[in-house]
Structure formats: structure tokens, C-alpha cells
T-cell receptor
Framework: LAKTTQPISMDSYEGQEVNITCSHN???????ITWYQQFPSQGPRFIIQ???TKVTNEVASLFIPADRKSSTLSLPRVSLSDTAVYYC???????????FGQGTELSVKP | NAGVTQTPKFRVLKTGQSMTLLCAQD?????MYWYRQDPGMGLRLIHY???????AKGEVPDGYNVSRLKKQNFLLGLESAAPSQTSVYFC???????????FGPGTRLTVL
């Protein structure tokens, strides 16, 4: 059974780099890896998506090793406003499978 | 441009009652999704649609039905609500299957 596993919580301080790793041992060939951010009482919001190697955008980087069994979301120089729950999503809707991790609650302290 | 909207925002039902949750998107997206979110379990896919008139089962479809009669709307129905269906329900849409999903604000449903 496909499973996506993340740490339940992480703490950081303002200005630090935060790395959140997601484990997805049963990832299928065509599955993509996507990360979302969620604030209380809101729907998740897209951060970044990748298939392999490294992807970078204006807010984050995503590192995916060659075997694709894990992925790491990197948030550079976090601020208090980055306090949120971060979810990794693995799957391919073409085969009807979209599996979210349990979410990582990131707390950024001053 | 409202994005994805959900109606209602909150609802309390008694066991056995029925209700319909409405999701609407104004981005001309082909794909639409219904998820439920429970503490410690992330989001789980209930049903999804890859276009007007089509629906398919996700990970946890039992107890729910859906319809996509118009491209912009995706309805989630509970025919006979059970306490196990107490959850926060999110609708999302995307242009294509691998594209970014845009989520609505959620509906908090309590079944007593």
C-alpha cells in the first residue's frame, strides 16, 4: 500500500534554513512529488513540484534523489509567517492515486 | 476571480440525514477533486473528476457520491450521514492532472 511519511513537527528560528523530508518508498514511475503549505482554517496552497533531481522557485527548493524514494523541501531563511503545516503529495491522478503525507507542523520562533 | 469556493462553510447533521456540498471554480479547470481532512491523517482523496460528466473513486469513496453536471461545479453528496464522516472537506481543481491544485477554503461538517 502506498504510503507517504513525514515528521510530525519541526522547530526553527527566524533566518534559518529548514529542510523537511518526505519518505515515499513505493513511488511509481509516473508519480510526481508536490509540496503544499496550509495555514489554520485555510485550504492548502501549492509550494513546489518535481519529478527528479532538483527544482527551485522563488520560495523553495525541492531535492529528489535518483531512486526517488524520498524528497526534501528546503525553505531558505524562514520567517515567522512560514509557521504552517507542510504536506507532501505523491501520485498520479491518471492512475487514480494521490497520497498526502500526514503533514509536518513547522513552528518558527523569533 | 474567486478561484475555488465551497458552500456551506459549516454544517451540523444528525446521523442518517443527507446533504450536498457544493464546489465551484471559475478558472475553467478540467480536473476537480474532493478530499477529507482528519487530524493526524493529512488529506485523503474521496472522489475526483477529469472533466464534465465524468467522476471516479479515490482512496475513501464509501458513503459519498459525486456529480459533475457542469464543468465549473463538483457536488459531493452524503446520502445517510454517519459520525465517522465528521471531518473538514476540501475541494480542489487543476487545469490538468499533473498541474497545481487550487484548494477551496473548506467545509467543516459535524455529524452527531
Amino acid at each position: 500500500l502506498a504510503k507517504t511519511t513525514q515528521p510530525i513537527s519541526m522547530d526553527s528560528y527566524e533566518g534559518q534554513e529548514v529542510n523537511i523530508t518526505c519518505s515515499h518508498n513505493n513511488i511509481a514511475t509516473n508519480d510526481y512529488i508536490t509540496w503544499y503549505q496550509q495555514f489554520p482554517s485555510q485550504g492548502p496552497r501549492f509550494i513546489i513540484q518535481g519529478y527528479k533531481t532538483k527544482v527551485t522557485n522563488e520560495v523553495a527548493s525541492l531535492f529528489i534523489p535518483a531512486d526517488r524514494k524520498s524528497s526534501t523541501l528546503s525553505l531558505p531563511r524562514v520567517s515567522l509567517s512560514d509557521t504552517a503545516v507542510y504536506y507532501c503529495l505523491v501520485g498520479d491522478i491518471a492512475r487514480g492515486k494521490l497520497i498526502f503525507g500526514q503533514g509536518t507542523e513547522l513552528s518558527v520562533k523569533p | 476571480n474567486a478561484g475555488v469556493t465551497q458552500t456551506p462553510k459549516f454544517r451540523v447533521l444528525k446521523t442518517g440525514q443527507s446533504m450536498t456540498l457544493l464546489c465551484a471554480q471559475d478558472m475553467n479547470h478540467e480536473y476537480m477533486y474532493w478530499y477529507r481532512q482528519d487530524p493526524g491523517m493529512g488529506l485523503r482523496l474521496i472522489h475526483y473528476s477529469v472533466g464534465e460528466g465524468t467522476t471516479a473513486k479515490g482512496e475513501v469513496p464509501d458513503g459519498y457520491n459525486v456529480s459533475r453536471l457542469k464543468k465549473q461545479n463538483f457536488l459531493l453528496g452524503l446520502e445517510s450521514a454517519a459520525p465517522s464522516q465528521t471531518s473538514v472537506y476540501f475541494c480542489a481543481s487543476s487545469y490538468a492532472g499533473k498541474d497545481t491544485q487550487y484548494f477551496g477554503p473548506g467545509t467543516r461538517l459535524t455529524v452527531l
